[in-house]
């Protein structure tokens, strides 16, 4: 990610030298600077120029503290006198001692306006600057509106919008929680509202910061009332300008006072005090706004934006706001981290990264549903014949993992989650089935079995276990990461002429699709499990076993109950080329069936889940003529 703000002048010999300073008194800080926020009566610690005195605009270390007094009442106060200067490096140094205290910008206001404006309405794209919070804060609460910041990417592509701790977290808050656009102070309808859930967060030293998904609203990354997008990480000097937009205050401009700043902000509960590292933010005189609030309760989370010599925004990110000056403070100021720790630490970056530069999601997630879903255990009988990677049979690749056979060659089974709400239609043309690069090639099946010795195909259809069109969700570039190693020989399985199509009407390939016609899924997601049967008396064709049965087993909430179906396909491949496609058939059967047939575990989760009322017996059950037939409820 490129870390420049693009538009310094060239310096002087007197500015090369100042420059020198600030980067000695940088280490002071980071050094012994916290010895300092010991004193209950210290509130921050940084750099600046000095406001009064005879050393005014000299550069100082500023302290700020939540009392100034005499001497004689310091004792009293249970604080001690600050130095008057220090020395680093031979230079001696000025301190200045600031009243100030800080509380972090998520009070929001004691009464919205009549008509609140956009930013603090449902917004579809959502955008930076805009009102968000986390549906687990109630309304009237601290935390119950804050700002999106800005737009931002994972390693593997997936949009994220960047906010702080204390917006889409908060001491109520968790990993998972939904999150909303706007925030439950502006709109208690939060059941319409959601846009995501509560990805990662941190609160220390690196920041007070947060990201959630953006997996049920559309999006623009243009920052409202600025219209530029944040593509770029900066490095804020003193007397640099930045602008931002905030869910209150909207679009203000302001001065860089103070840098190296580590402030110390009581955040309550079991939090309790916490020291950031920041820099703090004057007023513009140049942009004062009219009220002259540079920023107000419900901004917490917009990022200020570098802007040129006439306050025209620039595409690089100075900070993320997190906090101001409280009611009784004699100036106005807030508080923003620095952006190069924020986004090291949540693992973020301001552009989607190159295709060649994605990292792969992890596999299928046992935590996609309302209830956690673990993958198939192997069974005794066929756990010594899985392949492993470092130590592993469980093989990850994005939105799915399986578990490989080094005998047969195919995978014992795959899992996979689909995201229904985020589904990409794309192209399959110019994709092409290779090894998987994580497993052996001598324990795949590659296109050995399904060309002639003439290299046409021929017979047996290349066929995905995890449907291609169910892998493809999320991001742009995640789904098409996802298109990609779908193609993999590892999720693909012989199969006779496509019966994914024409097996009973293509009742096989349209199980899932079915799922979300006839039942109103919880969140558009499901998760589903499928392979093949493997049986000692399989087919051997071009020195392969042809499996002549496949399973799949399909997981959804439905409400708060969480459902689990079971099919399972039979092939006769007696007659391979010869085949009448009405061979194929498709019964429903119990979980409890499939582990005695395929050799897995399946988590009890699933098998409380599995409520089909089914004959005992296989041979007295009918196949499946239509979806019609399943009983999903």
């Not at 004193?39 to 005879?54: A, Q």
């Not at 703090?280 to 706004?289: K, L, M």
């Amino acid at each position: 990610m490129s870390r420049n703000n693009g538009y310094r002048p060239p310096k002087s010999a007197q500015a090369e030298q100042e420059e020198k300073l600030i980067s000695s008194l940088r280490t002071f800080i980071r050094t012994q600077g916290a010895a300092y926020l010991h004193d209950p009566n210290v509130s921050s610690i940084g750099i600046g120029y000095r406001t009064k005195g005879e050393r005014e605009g000299e550069v100082a270390i500023q302290f700020t503290v939540d009392e100034k007094a005499a001497p004689e009442e310091l004792e009293a106060l249970g604080t001690q006198a600050l130095p008057e200067s220090v020395t680093v490096d031979g230079v001696e140094v000025p301190t200045e001692v600031i009243e100030r205290r800080y509380t972090t910008h998520y009070d929001v206001l004691a009464e919205a306006a009549a008509e609140p404006p956009d930013r603090q309405q449902r917004i579809d794209p959502l955008a930076p600057g805009a009102s968000i919070g986390n549906i687990r804060i109630p309304v009237g609460t601290r935390g119950s509106a804050g700002t999106a910041g800005c737009i931002v990417f994972d390693r593997n592509g997936s949009p994220y919008v960047l906010s702080n701790w204390h917006v889409l977290n908060t001491p109520e808050g968790e990993i998972g929680d939904d999150c909303v656009q706007p925030g439950a102070r502006d709109d208690n309808r939060v059941g319409g509202n959601r846009f995501g859930k509560l990805a990662r967060s941190h609160l220390g030293i690196s920041g007070d910061c947060a990201v959630a998904s953006i997996t049920d609203r559309r999006f623009d990354r243009a920052i409202l009332g600025l219209n530029v997008v944040p593509r770029r990480l900066g490095r804020p000097s003193l007397r640099d300008k930045v602008v931002k937009c905030g869910r209150t205050t909207g679009v203000t401009h302001g001065l860089v006072k103070r840098i190296e700043t580590t402030v110390k902000i009581d955040y309550g509960g079991t939090v309790g005090l916490q020291q950031i590292g920041c820099f703090e933010i004057g007023v513009d005189p140049a942009f004062a706004p009219p009220d002259g609030e540079v920023s107000l309760p419900g901004d917490s989370g917009a990022v200020w934006m570098f802007t040129d010599a006439n306050g025209t925004p620039t595409d690089v990110i100075a900070g993320l706001h997190f906090s101001g000056e409280t009611k009784d403070s004699p100036d106005e100021h807030a508080l923003a981290c620095l952006p190069d720790s924020v986004f090291t630490k949540l693992e973020i970056t301001p552009e989607p990264p190159p295709p060649e530069a994605l990292v792969a999601v992890d596999g299928y997630d046992p935590g996609f549903l309302r209830k956690r879903i673990e993958v198939p255990e192997l069974h005794t009988k066929i756990e010594h014949d899985a392949v492993r990677i470092d130590g592993s049979e469980v093989i990850r690749h994005t939105h799915y993992s399986l578990a490989q056979s080094m005998s047969r060659r195919f995978a014992f089974w795959v899992a996979w989650n689909v995201d229904g709400g985020t589904l990409k239609k794309l192209n399959r043309k110019g994709k092409k089935f290779v090894l998987d690069p994580r497993v052996p090639p001598n324990f795949q099946v590659d296109n050995e079995l399904y060309k002639d010795k003439n290299g046409r195909v021929d017979h047996l259809d290349r066929g995905h276990v995890a449907r291609r069109a169910d892998l493809t969700w999320g991001s742009a570039a995640e789904a098409e990461q996802a298109n990609k190693e779908s193609f993999f020989y590892t999720n693909i399985t012989p199969q006779m002429d496509d019966f994914n199509q024409s097996a009973r009407n293509g009742l096989w390939g349209r199980l899932e699709d079915a799922v979300y016609a006839e039942v109103d899924v919880d969140d558009l997601r499901i998760s589903v499990f499928g392979g093949p049967v493997f049986q000692d008396d399989d087919r051997v064709f071009r020195q392969v076993r042809i499996p002549r049965e496949y399973w799949k087993v399909i997981v959804f909430s439905e409400g708060e109950e969480l459902r689990a179906k079971a099919f399972l396909l039979t092939q006769n491949v007696d007659q391979i080329e010869a085949l009448d496609l009405d061979e194929f058939r498709v019964f429903q059967v119990t979980l409890t069936e499939l582990e005695d047939r395929i050799h897995v575990h399946f988590d009890p989760e699933m098998h409380q889940a599995d409520t089909s009322d089914l004959p005992e017996l296989m041979v007295e059950r009918q196949p499946l003529d239509s979806l019609a037939e399943i009983t999903w409820h």
